[in-house]
């Protein structure tokens, strides 16, 4: 017992080893055999033990350890309904896609920012393909729920049952928010009978589809499972889930990459031997890896955060990246770049510090993603285009002395921002600061022009305090108001 406990310390953490001392020791009077069980269906991780705490699913996770080690079976419940009638009966109305025309069709439901990556292309290649509507959807608004929760009424009132065609017929139920929410593509816990008892039969009965390898209820916010076994993993784009411990699950194929010369974060891969940054996904639009290109030198030092890359040019100012623990993007410093294009770091939901010095032109959607950036530094950039910081929920104040040209979207439902000063800007597009609540200062005493829905539903400010009376166009703009 001892021994195995030294292994599983080694393995997944001190913690988790007193977890197992406590609360499974009946399983380790069979020598070997809990330590089997964790390596079969977890990849080994020093963070599995907090995951369950902070998820506060510890219990859960002993009751699913001691089912593997007993050999319980699940209840299964057997139903003459067809999955068309169950579904009906909790609400909704199901349709399998066919085609990808049928597919998108299904794309209207979800707002900006939030749409499935399964609407990009060729999804029925990989997986089978079924979306339930709730027939009450039109009445069902996203702007009623400003504080996301993955089963509420809204992010399951459209979702997606998809079955990998992989011989496992692996399920993935997506939910409406996408990834506004933890884990969306474990809705439900991925087990429809979590949406109505007697749907997994009636989905093996009358459409032969049959999950060989079914998560027994059991479910970690940030970890996907995969033949039974558990993934913690930063990112999932295009059915490719990218892990921790240099890992990525690609279509259901498990990829490992060499520590000693790779670092995988987020949906990038580092080489250090031949000193290059990639997507790995080439369908992924991401303008990252543009702002680095080719470099001399790559170092890597460990940080009680995470760790710290640090890439060297002969000419040109140090870049660097700052990682957690889970090698998520945390910082990223760059004073080299001058232009970005669309699409600057999409997904990323980690970072907290930018800072980009020399940054002039800024292309669409940047930093879309991102809900938690704190601090932010441009103080040069003079053009940007649409969807800039989109829902960012933590910044609260921001400057940008040299802009000039802003396009739609600018600061779209910035929760916390309660002061811009934007001096010398000229023309700015649609739906600018559109829900800002907390917004209370503002400086824009060069506007020449705003475009439609500026400012709406935004309580704390009075707009006629911050609008230049000399400029004839917005002293149309403010009668609008």
Same mark, same amino acid.
């Given at each position: 017992?001892?021994?195995?406990?030294?292994?599983?310390?080694?393995?997944?953490?001190?913690?988790?080893?007193?977890?197992? =001392?406590?609360?499974?020791?009946?399983?380790?009077?069979?020598?070997?055999?809990? %330590?089997?069980?964790?390596?079969?269906?977890?990849?080994?991780?020093?963070?599995? !033990?907090?995951?369950?705490? $902070?998820?506060?699913?510890?219990?859960?996770?002993?009751?699913?350890?001691?089912?593997?080690?007993?050999?319980?079976?699940?209840?299964?419940?057997?139903?003459?309904?067809?999955?068309?009638?169950?579904?009906?009966?909790?609400?909704?109305?199901?349709?399998?896609?066919?085609?990808?025309?049928?597919?998108?069709? /299904?794309?209207?439901? !979800?707002v900006p920012g939030e749409v499935l990556c399964t609407f990009r292309d060729n999804r029925l290649d990989s997986c089978r393909v079924f979306f339930a509507v709730k027939k009450d959807v039109d009445n069902i608004k996203r702007i009623d729920y400003k504080n996301p929760k993955r089963q509420d009424k809204y992010g399951t009132s459209v979702i997606s049952i998809q079955f990998r065609k992989d011989g496992t017929n692996s399920l993935s139920i997506k939910n409406r928010y996408n990834h506004d929410v933890i884990n969306p593509d474990a809705t439900f816990s991925n087990n429809l009978d979590n949406i109505i008892p007697g749907l997994t039969y009636s989905f093996e009965k009358y459409y032969n589809i049959v999950q060989k390898y079914k998560n027994n209820n059991f479910e970690i916010l940030g970890y996907q499972p995969h033949q039974g076994k558990y993934y913690k993993y930063n990112y999932e784009d295009n059915d490719?889930?990218?892990?921790?411990?240099?890992?990525?699950?690609?279509?259901?194929?498990?990829?490992?990459?060499?520590?000693? =010369?790779?670092?995988?974060?987020? !949906?990038?891969?580092?080489?250090?031997?031949?000193?290059?940054?990639?997507?790995?996904?080439?369908?992924?639009?991401?303008?990252?890896?543009? +702002?680095?290109?080719?470099?001399?030198?790559? =170092?890597?030092?460990?940080?009680?955060?995470?760790?710290?890359?640090?890439?060297? /040019?002969?000419?040109?100012?140090?870049?660097?990246?700052? %990682?957690?623990?889970?090698?998520?993007?945390?910082?990223?410093?760059?004073?080299?770049?001058?232009?970005?294009?669309?699409?600057?770091?999409?997904?990323?939901?980690?970072?907290?510090?930018?800072?980009?010095?020399? #940054?002039?032109?800024?292309?669409?959607?940047? #930093?879309?993603?991102?809900?938690?950036?704190?601090?932010?530094?441009?103080?040069?950039?003079?053009?940007?285009?649409?969807? /800039?910081?989109?829902?960012?929920? =933590?910044?609260?104040?921001? +400057? #940008?002395?040299?802009?000039?040209?802003?396009?739609?979207?600018?600061?779209?439902?910035?929760?916390?921002?309660?002061?811009?000063? %934007?001096?010398?800007?000229?023309?700015?597009?649609?739906?600018?600061?559109?829900?800002? $609540?907390?917004?209370?200062?503002?400086?824009?005493?060069?506007? $020449?022009?705003?475009?439609?829905?500026?400012?709406?539903?935004?309580?704390?400010?009075?707009?006629?305090?911050?609008?230049?009376?000399?400029?004839?166009?917005?002293?149309?703009?403010?009668?609008?108001?």
């Amino acid at each position: 017992m001892i021994d195995e406990l030294k292994i599983i310390k080694n393995k997944f953490g001190e913690k988790m080893s007193r977890y197992c =001392r406590d609360y499974l020791s009946t399983i380790l009077e069979e020598n070997g055999k809990l %330590l089997q069980i964790l390596l079969e269906h977890f990849n080994p991780s020093h963070e599995l !033990y907090k995951d369950l705490e $902070e998820n506060d699913i510890l219990d859960d996770f002993k009751n699913y350890i001691l089912k593997l080690a007993y050999n319980n079976n699940d209840i299964i419940y057997k139903t003459n309904k067809t999955p068309e009638e169950l579904l009906s009966d909790a609400g909704y109305n199901l349709f399998e896609c066919k085609t990808e025309d049928d597919i998108q069709s /299904f794309k209207k439901y !979800y707002v900006p920012g939030e749409v499935l990556c399964t609407f990009r292309d060729n999804r029925l290649d990989s997986c089978r393909v079924f979306f339930a509507v709730k027939k009450d959807v039109d009445n069902i608004k996203r702007i009623d729920y400003k504080n996301p929760k993955r089963q509420d009424k809204y992010g399951t009132s459209v979702i997606s049952i998809q079955f990998r065609k992989d011989g496992t017929n692996s399920l993935s139920i997506k939910n409406r928010y996408n990834h506004d929410v933890i884990n969306p593509d474990a809705t439900f816990s991925n087990n429809l009978d979590n949406i109505i008892p007697g749907l997994t039969y009636s989905f093996e009965k009358y459409y032969n589809i049959v999950q060989k390898y079914k998560n027994n209820n059991f479910e970690i916010l940030g970890y996907q499972p995969h033949q039974g076994k558990y993934y913690k993993y930063n990112y999932e784009d295009n059915d490719i889930y990218y892990c921790s411990d240099n890992i990525i699950i690609d279509h259901g194929n498990i990829k490992k990459y060499d520590k000693l =010369r790779y670092i995988v974060f987020e !949906y990038f891969i580092l080489d250090m031997i031949d000193k290059k940054i990639i997507k790995y996904d080439n369908k992924i639009i991401d303008s990252f890896t543009d +702002t680095i290109g080719e470099f001399d030198k790559v =170092r890597v030092l460990k940080k009680e955060y995470g760790k710290e890359i640090i890439i060297s /040019f002969e000419n040109k100012e140090d870049i660097i990246i700052k %990682l957690d623990k889970d090698n998520n993007i945390i910082g990223y410093i760059n004073n080299n770049v001058k232009n970005i294009g669309d699409y600057f770091l999409y997904s990323n939901k980690k970072l907290i510090e930018l800072k980009l010095d020399k #940054l002039e032109n800024i292309g669409a959607f940047f #930093l879309c993603n991102n809900r938690v950036l704190t601090t932010i530094s441009l103080p040069n950039a003079q053009n940007i285009g649409n969807g /800039f910081l989109y829902c960012n929920k =933590r910044l609260t104040t921001l +400057t #940008l002395p040299n802009a000039i040209n802003i396009g739609n979207g600018f600061l779209y439902h910035n929760a916390s921002l309660t002061t811009l000063l %934007l001096p010398n800007v000229k023309n700015i597009g649609g739906l600018f600061l559109y829900w800002n $609540e907390n917004l209370i200062t503002l400086s824009l005493p060069n506007i $020449e022009y705003i475009g439609r829905s500026a400012l709406e539903l935004n309580k704390n400010i009075n707009i006629y305090d911050m609008l230049n009376n000399k400029n004839s166009e917005i002293k149309k703009l403010k009668k609008s108001y």
